[in-house]
């Protein structure tokens, strides 16, 4: 579960039961925007995204609809908002972002519509965040996006066609 700590054993206590019959088993703990984002399987949900704020402890969004999980990953800050990889029934694991409600997190692009293009690796510079993803047409190259579906593109095709170049 989510504990929280002063630093001592008298402080340090469990900040949120997300469980309640199992182990939520917290992970990718992220700070952003004040408040501290991660993942957790609350038994009904799945592995979601959720937010802690000191007060509360809410899940942001059931992304994967029903018991199945998103398992959302690799929370990176960027442009004021989280980007993050996730897994919905519809479009596979792919690039989604929040600004930490329900109605602010959405899919970035579907890069591989025939597939999961499993965007991990992220790293902001500039006016630009860049991840390691996969399309139909080519392997693990160097992606960007500057948050919009239309501003998400490849950088280059470093290893032709469907080979990888592995940009890590």
């Not at 579960?1 to 002063?6: A, F, I």
């Not at 469980?19 to 957790?40: H, I, V």
Request: hydrophobic share 30%.
């Amino acid at each position: 579960e989510l504990w929280r700590s002063d630093g001592t054993e008298g402080g340090t206590i469990i900040a949120s039961n997300i469980s309640e019959y199992g182990d939520a088993n917290p992970q990718g703990l992220t700070s952003y925007n004040g408040a501290l984002y991660f993942s957790a399987d609350d038994d009904t949900n799945g592995r979601e995204l959720w937010r802690a704020d000191g007060a509360s402890t809410t899940r942001v969004k059931d992304i994967y609809d029903g018991s199945d999980s998103s398992v959302p990953t690799y929370l990176t800050e960027f442009g004021g908002k989280l980007y993050f990889r996730a897994q919905s029934a519809a479009t596979g694991i792919e690039l989604w972002v929040t600004d930490g409600t329900n109605a602010g997190t959405n899919l970035v692009k579907d890069i591989n519509p025939a597939g999961n293009s499993e965007p991990w690796a992220f790293k902001a510079h500039g006016s630009y965040l860049y991840f390691d993803a996969t399309d139909a047409d080519h392997g693990s190259e160097l992606w960007r996006t500057d948050g919009t579906e239309e501003g998400t593109q490849i950088v280059q095709d470093y290893a032709s066609g469907t080979d990888s170049s592995y940009p890590w």
